[in-house]
């Protein structure tokens, strides 16, 4: 897949270095980044909802788990793998066509990002429970380290992100704005059906 975009070097754009500028993402793969952003918005919406509810619960003694709950983890698992090959794919795809740029910074970030980002997939995985496969059993240390992992380096991937990115082109921040919009929205309503 080639990312050459001769209008963005016709248009006067240069790198750090005077280079034209040629964007390390294709309009094609624009497509696919886009839909990694929507599963991602999902994915934390629903992460976000699950932890609420499961803190609630351990702080309080108290059940707030309701049949709810069980969907949005079901939604949460489906988004995951769903978004699971077009992420990767992005991610080789991506790495492929900026691995030999002269921006070492966004290259280091951009992979570090990734494999991040694979790691949460991972994490995620091997949270899952069906019964007569292997999985990891609640109440262990394992289960609890895995599960700490699978909280925190979503966070630790929306640091990476904006650092890639500010190493590189600009950030459209009105994107960052309507994505953390459309969570909150989400996860207000998805109180409001708990309740």
Known sequence: MTVDSPSAANAGLRDA???????AVSPRLKIVLAFIFLAVAALGATGVYLSSIRW??????????TPFKYWMLLAHIAVGFVALIPFLAFGVLHW???????NRLAVRLGTTLFLVGVLVCV???GLIRIEGMPQLRTETTAHSAVMWLHLLLPL??????????RAGPDIKWRWGYSWGGVVGIFVFGMLIFHG
């Open 123 to 125: 994490t995620g995985i």
């Open 156 to 165: 630790v991937a929306v640091v990476l992100y904006i650092m890639h990115r």
């Open 96 to 102: 492929i066509s900026a691995r030999k740029r002269p």
């Open 56 to 65: 609630l619960d351990s702080l309080t003694g108290k059940t707030y788990t």
């Open 17 to 23: 270095w005077g280079q034209p500028y040629v964007p």
